[in-house]
């Protein structure tokens, strides 16, 4: 029983080329809560240069409601959208399965003359099986299909959420340890987004079999703008 649940999700994810998809969405949407998660940080980083004194639990909190918004939109809108590309996929199966039923039926059996009687209550017999092989044939497809689209459906959903919020999540780790957030918080806060983008850069690397250096160089490259246009921008604004 074991052992045909996993072919059964081995198909499914065959069907639907569930994995290929899961990396794509995870390592995007890794990268997008982490680069989120930075703009955060950025925010709480210009108030302490400014002179205020920043408590760890509001930098928290702001990141965890960060990091839960991450999750609801990349969930429920992957979902959704999912699930409506799974609806057109179902009634364009059941279209062309709906169609090479009726060619089939259509085609002409050969009949032997010599037994026309008992050929005429086969032909009879034997259209009704067909017809019924075929309608049970149809149904086992759809239900295959639905049922892989099913399962890439939540797959690619709890990817799409976890995944930046993950991102947004494991950067505030250092803020937990502290009261009031310093300067030597926020620089581990970021070596840690940095580390993060590492690793995807290298995962990309391997993926495509590109170079490694050219994918974690792109990345950080991204990070290095996200903070040069940010932080000057939040300095020279006037606080309330």
Request: net charge positive.
């Amino acid at each position: 029983m074991e052992q045909e649940y996993m072919e059964n999700w081995k198909t499914y994810i065959e069907i639907t080329n569930l994995g290929a998809i899961a990396r794509r969405y995870f390592v995007n949407n890794l990268y997008d809560g982490a680069i989120t998660i930075t703009g955060v940080l950025l925010g709480f980083l210009a108030t302490l240069f400014k002179g205020d004194i920043i408590n760890s639990n509001l930098i928290i909190l702001t990141g965890l409601g960060t990091c839960i918004s991450m999750f609801i939109s990349g969930f429920s809108g992957s979902y959704l959208s999912e699930k409506a590309e799974q609806r057109k996929v179902n009634l364009e199966i059941k279209k062309a399965m709906g169609r090479y039923t009726e060619e089939n039926i259509s085609e002409p059996i050969e009949i032997d003359e010599q037994e026309i009687e008992k050929a005429m209550l086969k032909k009879i017999k034997s259209k009704k099986i067909y017809r019924r092989k075929r309608k049970e044939h149809k149904k086992k497809v759809e239900t295959l299909y639905a049922k892989a689209e099913s399962l890439a459906n939540k797959v690619v959903s709890l990817v799409n959420g976890g995944a930046p919020f993950l991102g947004g999540l494991i950067p505030l780790i250092p803020f937990f340890f502290v009261k009031q957030a310093g300067l030597p918080t926020f620089i581990i806060a970021f070596i840690i987004i940095i580390f993060i983008i590492i690793l995807l850069g290298v995962f990309l690397g391997k993926v495509s079999k590109e170079s490694i250096l050219k994918n974690v160089m792109q990345m950080i490259l991204a990070f290095i703008f996200t903070f040069l246009i940010t932080m000057p921008i939040l300095l020279f604004t006037p606080s309330v």
